[in-house]
């Protein structure tokens, strides 16, 4: 996808959310392709020699997750920002296979900061931070009998 191309695919959302990594989006991307159902990678520009970066890391990618667009940078470690959980990402899950597939690949080699637990109006309610850094909710509201 070239330039162009990308400004119309994300201008479909007003917000976007750009993660920036620390030389491993391109490894970021595929877990989340893998993690999240219905997920891809819909483009990938990788630095070159004549850009600022380090050469064949991602310049700008878009992955979508679950109908989100999402873009990534790599970055330079020694410039490069470390993430908080005080920015997470909320995600209302269909149903429990859903939930459950997505809180165990999150899980992995990250750490579980709440949860799942009952909660409110939800079956489940979890915090969790990946192997990335990057933290999200994961709801589950509870059927309506």
């Known amino acids: 996808m070239s330039a162009e191309q990308v400004i119309p695919y994300i201008s479909k959302q007003r917000i976007t959310p750009f993660l920036t990594f620390c030389g491993n989006a391109?490894?970021?991307?595929?877990?989340?392709?893998?993690?999240?159902?219905?997920?891809?990678?819909?483009?990938l520009r990788r630095f070159t020699k004549e850009d600022r970066g380090v050469e064949g890391k991602i310049l700008n990618g878009i992955i979508e997750?679950?109908?989100?667009s999402f873009m990534v940078l790599d970055m330079e470690k020694e410039s490069c920002p470390a993430f908080t959980w005080a920015v997470?990402?909320?995600?209302?899950?269909?149903?429990d296979a859903e939930?459950?597939?997505?809180?165990?690949?999150?899980?992995?080699?990250?750490?579980?900061?709440?949860?799942?637990?009952?909660m409110n109006d939800f079956s489940k309610v979890t915090w969790v931070t990946d192997c990335?850094?990057?933290?999200w909710q994961l709801v589950l509201r509870k059927s309506k009998s």
């Not at 391109?26 to 483009?43: D, G, H, L, Q, T």
């Open 26 to 43: 391109e490894e970021a991307m595929n877990y989340y392709v893998r993690i999240f159902p219905n997920s891809k990678i819909v483009s």
């Open 65 to 68: 997750i679950l109908g989100q």
């Open 88 to 95: 997470s990402f909320y995600i209302e899950c269909n149903d």
């Open 99 to 118: 939930f459950d597939l997505i809180f165990e690949g999150l899980k992995v080699d990250g750490q579980v900061l709440m949860g799942p637990v009952e």
């Open 132 to 135: 990335f850094g990057v933290t």
